[in-house]
């Protein structure tokens, strides 16, 4: 079974910081990709930003490009999401996924193996 455990939550202004982490663990396990999602209440999960494990190339959703950043720390099976001039539209729970084989559209929540359990952003106007 694999583990996918976020942290890096919590509240903060409007213009503010946020570094979310996501550390996968159990059986052997090596991510093809991962990603973030985000949830806000009464609305579907909407993809963030994905990361492939391999060559690192990062995808991300419009309404965050330029101000959230993925990476990822291979040795630790991490990755990170800065989240950067955070707005209240951000508020939302945010999951971390991953995919445990290739997979050409990362940016549909159906392509991904694994969830975590989400942990809450709130942005305060």
């Known amino acids: 079974q694999v583990q996918l455990v976020e942290s890096g939550g919590g509240l903060v202004q409007a213009g503010g910081s946020l570094r979310l982490s996501c550390a996968a663990s159990?059986?052997?396990?090596?991510?093809?990709?991962m990603g973030w999602f985000r949830q806000a209440p009464g609305k579907k999960r909407n993809f963030v930003a994905a990361?492939?494990?391999?060559?690192?190339?990062?995808y991300y959703a419009d309404s965050v490009k330029g101000r959230f950043t993925i990476s990822r720390d291979n040795a630790k099976n991490t990755v990170f999401l800065q989240m950067n001039s955070l707005r209240p539209e951000d508020t939302a729970v945010y999951y971390c996924a991953a995919v445990a084989r290739w997979r050409l559209n990362l940016r549909e929540p159906e392509q991904y193996d694994y969830w975590g359990q989400g942990t809450q952003v709130t942005v305060s106007a």
């Open positions: 990361i492939r494990w391999s060559g690192g190339s990062t």
């Open positions: 159990g059986r052997t396990f090596s991510a093809f990709a």
